[in-house]
């Protein structure tokens, strides 16, 4: 896990570069590198050590030749048993999985990708074509943002790394119309900002004499259709069950400490009882987080999972000031908007972590979009990509004119013969699991620990995508399957229990302890340079209906307080 940067460009600034690797030195404070093909490219490297730790595994990473040059971000799970393939016809120097996947892209070329059980998302330089190729991993789990500067192609893994070296820097006003109009957050090629986007997941880009082509190679609809033969009940449970074992197993492959989050629900449930299968893992840290708030605290569930398994628990708690300084800090390192106070919290686990030298968590992310989590899956009523029902969360009234001519309903494909299929689709390559990853990728990162997704192997979310609804919904129960699962592994009232949404007292919050907060960001957004973005008479309205207690939904306020910040910050 670490931070990737790039320019290719006739007069490639290493004092530029170095401006990036700064801009994204908390992705990786171990090492930073960079390698100069002159009057062609700059490469740069922010390294986090989690496997070889030794110095020979530095990025900038060269191959024997001296003709391939990579910068990585991220791991390749399968590693070993690559090595063990290639080894006939590469000779290895380091233990890393770093090495393997540029040997992989020297003897496989572009169909190394689909030989990778991992996340990751890398950039490697060619110095005898002069040509630049990259790609990123099936679901985007690590992010690789790129932008054209006149002739320059530049590249990194966070957006601010970019805007260092760019001189204009505006917001992308479509981008920002539909996050306050239908809570997008973009499409999976776009960002907040004009001309810095993203490489889409699944995808890979060559860049050579000024000519950018992208290409799709994780092609998710051909491997649902491959996977057409439908298997009894059992066996799927079973075939399941074994893919679940193998995909934790590969992930606690390590050379740090590592650790994993937990909150008191299924998934939780599930990694948990997964990782104490395994007896040398048994001890190992769970991290959860609190507001002391009973009325949204997982505590009880969280302490009856624990009481089963005697992992070590370390509790960290999140209160109204803390948020405050939160709120600041994540703000700069998500770049963009993000999820709200929920995420604050989660951000405490991180920091928690890395006082403690952990240096990798799993986490439970991906189960819901697999199996049918959510209650807009079988509750056509709500089917709002929040899913909070018929009333709306967000208040077009306060947009001004002038912005709202930007907004354009966002729409989604739909590439299955079914609505189950394709609302699970669009969750997790255009709504739920990008903004998730995204999110907290930047929290983690801001604390130097990598995260890491054994839900999102995608040997299991294709298996699991594949199956028929009866296999994910049945008398009104979601994730039918895993509960099914679960129950042969954990205490029956987890495996029962309804889904509970990661929930924290931010509509309380927002409209007390935090007020004062609030009221100061929506003035800023008045005194500022897009206040002609809203009618501030409507905001005011909204503001005080929200302080006389219509608080059915509080993100629209989180929206005005995030965008504020962001966009008036320097």
């Not at 790039?6 to 992705?27: A, T, V, W, Y």
């Not at 609030?518 to 209906?545: A, Q």
């Amino acid at each position: 896990m670490c931070g990737i940067a790039g320019i290719i460009s006739e007069n490639p600034r290493l004092e530029d570069l170095k401006k990036m690797l700064l801009m994204q030195f908390h992705r990786g404070p171990d090492n930073t590198g960079n390698y100069i093909d002159e009057g062609f490219s700059a490469l740069g490297h922010n390294r986090l050590s989690i496997i070889d730790l030794s110095s020979e595994a530095n990025q900038p990473f060269t191959d024997k030749t001296n003709r391939f040059h990579l910068t990585f971000n991220g791991e390749i799970y399968n590693y070993q048993e690559l090595k063990s393939e290639l080894k006939s016809k590469y000779s290895f120097n380091t233990s890393s999985d770093t090495e393997v996947l540029l040997a992989s892209y020297t003897i496989w070329g572009r169909n190394c990708l689909e030989k990778f059980k991992g996340m990751f998302s890398f950039a490697i330089w060619d110095n005898k074509e002069k040509s630049l190729f990259a790609a990123r991993d099936r679901f985007g789990v690590k992010p690789f943002y790129y932008s054209r500067r006149s002739e320059d192609f530049l590249f990194a893994s966070e957006i601010k790394a970019i805007k260092a070296v760019r001189s204009e820097n505006q917001p992308a006003k479509k981008v920002w119309a539909n996050y306050f109009s239908y809570g997008s957050y973009g499409m999976p090629w776009e960002t907040f900002y004009q001309d810095i986007y993203q490489l889409p997941a699944g995808h890979c880009l060559e860049f050579t004499d000024g000519k950018l082509e992208i290409h799709k190679w994780y092609n998710f609809e051909e491997k649902i259709a491959e996977q057409k033969n439908l298997l009894s009940f059992e066996d799927t449970k079973g075939i399941y069950f074994e893919l679940l074992k193998k995909s934790v197993s590969l992930r606690f492959r390590a050379d740090v400490p590592i650790a994993f989050n937990i909150s008191g629900g299924i998934d939780s449930s599930l990694l948990l009882s997964l990782v104490n299968l395994y007896e040398d893992k048994k001890n190992i840290n769970a991290y959860t987080f609190y507001t002391g708030d009973p009325n949204y605290d997982e505590l009880p569930w969280v302490q009856a999972m624990v009481d089963q398994t005697r992992n070590p628990l370390k509790k960290v708690k999140l209160t109204p000031e803390s948020s405050m300084e939160l709120f600041l800090k994540i703000s700069q390192h998500q770049d963009e908007p993000y999820g709200g106070i929920p995420t604050l919290a989660y951000s405490e686990i991180f920091r928690q972590a890395q006082q403690d030298g952990v240096k990798v968590l799993l986490d439970g992310q991906g189960m819901d979009e697999q199996w049918a989590g959510y209650d807009y899956y079988f509750r056509p009523e709500e089917a709002t990509i929040q899913g909070l029902g018929k009333k709306s969360p967000f208040r077009k009234n306060v947009l001004s004119a002038e912005l709202t001519k930007y907004t354009v309903k966002p729409e989604y494909p739909e590439l299955f013969d079914n609505r189950l299929q394709n609302l699970q689709y669009r969750d997790l390559f255009y709504t739920k699991i990008p903004r998730a990853l995204r999110f907290n990728d930047r929290i983690s990162m801001a604390y130097s620990t990598e995260l890491r997704e054994p839900f999102l192997d995608h040997h299991l979310v294709e298996f699991a995508f594949s199956q028929p609804e009866k296999y994910k919904i049945r008398n009104g129960k979601q994730k039918y399957m895993l509960r099914e699962i679960l129950k042969e592994i954990a205490p029956e009232e987890i495996a029962t229990s309804p889904k509970r949404a990661l929930q924290t007292p931010q509509r309380e919050w927002l409209g007390n302890d935090l007020k004062e907060m609030v009221r100061d960001y929506l003035d800023r957004f008045k005194k500022s340079g897009y206040s002609d973005w809203f009618d501030h008479n409507e905001i005011d309205k909204e503001w005080h209906k929200y302080l006389k207690g219509e608080q059915n939904s509080s993100f629209h306020i989180w929206q005005w307080i995030n965008a504020a910040q962001l966009l008036t910050e320097k």
